[in-house]
């Protein structure tokens, strides 16, 4: 059973950055696919970025290319999210999840999430 688990939100003001990490336990990384997911108060969840974990290879959602950073630390299993100019609809509760293989934006294709973390920003 692979578990990751997020840290690193909190409250900041618009513009300012905030570094979200996933440390996962409990599976064999060099086949993963690491995901992160934002969800909003009254909203669907949304894809924010996924990494391969033997690769390089990222993808951004169109909303945060340019602001937001995925990376890795294979030694740790550690996968983070860089958030900069950060904006009020950044808001939301944001989630790391595991899937096998390829890359997928569909958050059906993920089997393992994370409790989120809370990402609040201020205007």
């Known amino acids: 059973q692979v578990q990751p688990v997020e840290s690193g939100g909190g409250l900041v003001q618009a513009g300012d950055s905030l570094r979200l990490s996933c440390a996962a336990s409990?599976?064999?990384?060099?086949?993963?696919?690491m995901g992160w997911f934002r969800q909003a108060p009254g909203k669907e969840r949304d894809f924010v970025a996924a990494?391969?974990?033997?690769?390089?290879?990222?993808y951004y959602a169109d909303s945060v290319k340019g602001r937001f950073t995925i990376s890795r630390d294979n030694a740790k299993n550690t996968v983070f999210l860089q958030m900069n100019s950060l904006k009020p609809e950044d808001t939301a509760v944001y989630y790391c999840a595991v899937k096998a293989l390829r890359y997928s934006a569909y958050d059906g294709e993920y089997a393992f999430w994370g409790p989120g973390t809370q990402v609040t920003v201020s205007s």
């Open positions: 409990g599976g064999t990384f060099s086949s993963f696919t």
């Open positions: 990494i391969r974990w033997s690769g390089s290879t990222t």
